[in-house]
T-cell receptor, first 111, second 113 residues
Framework: NAGVTQTPKFQVLKTGQSMTLQCAQDMNHNSMYWYRQDPGMGLRLIYYSASEGTTDKGEVPNGYNVSRLNKREFSLRLESAAPSQTSVYFC??????????FGAGTRLSVL | EDKVVQSPLSLVVHEGDTVTLNCSYEVTNFRSLLWYKQEKKAPTFLFMLTSSGIEKKSGRLSSILDKKELFSILNITATQTGDSAIYLCAVEGGETSGSRLTFGEGTQLTVNP
């Protein structure tokens, strides 16, 4: 019953460092998403992938890149981390019916 | 631009109280409204609403949608300390295809013993 698995759970970076957040789902969902959650801001969509082989920008894509590696995996890359990217990052997946299922989140701090 | 507004942003009640959380929205091509509960980690799905006036119910939680007035409410009766969480409202709609949700800021509910 894994559902949506995110790694790592916590990460501390220095400004300018790069890293990749990994996400995998085992529910055979077509669509996958990356959100960030900041206090008082709710969840904001960074990028999404409606199906394998496609990716699209969400509300706050600047400073991020994504790769839909296969149907199961969707990664988020920070090429040059900035303090403004300190946040909690959630990956989600969905099939028909629009119900998105979320991973446990990655807490990222950029110093 | 799609917009979802929740109120109140924060609410503190005592066990046994009944609470009503509000969600209003402005979205083109509305398809559905979803409620999630977020405790320490991942948001977990509560309800999906697509039709006006039809109440969805699960135990002490219930929700209803008004597509004319563009809002939804989430009711929790006989609250318990385990109901303490952030409650998120999200709306599916907009110009783009695929399942894209716009989330509100969330309501932080604290239930004291």
């Amino acid at each position: 019953n894994a559902g949506v698995t995110q790694t790592p759970k916590f990460q501390v970076l220095k400004t300018g460092q790069s890293m990749t957040l990994q996400c995998a789902q085992d529910m055979n969902h077509n669509s996958m998403y990356w959100y960030r959650q900041d206090p008082g801001m709710g969840l904001r969509l960074i990028y999404y992938s409606a199906s394998e082989g496609t990716t699209d920008k969400g509300e706050v894509p600047n400073g991020y890149n994504v790769s839909r590696l296969n149907k199961r995996e969707f990664s988020l890359r920070l090429e040059s981390a900035a303090p403004s990217q300190t946040s909690v990052y959630f990956c989600a997946s969905s099939s028909i019916g629009f119900i998105q299922y979320f991973g446990a989140g990655t807490r990222l701090s950029v110093l | 631009e799609d917009k979802v507004v929740q109120s109140p942003l924060s609410l503190v009640v005592h066990e046994g109280d009944t609470v009503t959380l509000n969600c209003s929205y402005e979205v083109t091509n509305f398809r559905s409204l979803l409620w999630y509960k977020q405790e320490k980690k991942a948001p977990t799905f509560l309800f999906m609403l697509t039709s006006s006036g039809i109440e969805k119910k699960s135990g002490r939680l219930s929700s209803i949608l008004d597509k004319k007035e563009l809002f939804s409410i989430l009711n929790i009766t006989a609250t318990q300390t385990g109901d303490s969480a952030i409650y998120l409202c999200a709306v599916e709609g907009g110009e783009t295809s695929g399942s894209r949700l716009t989330f509100g800021e969330g309501t932080q509910l604290t239930v004291n013993p």
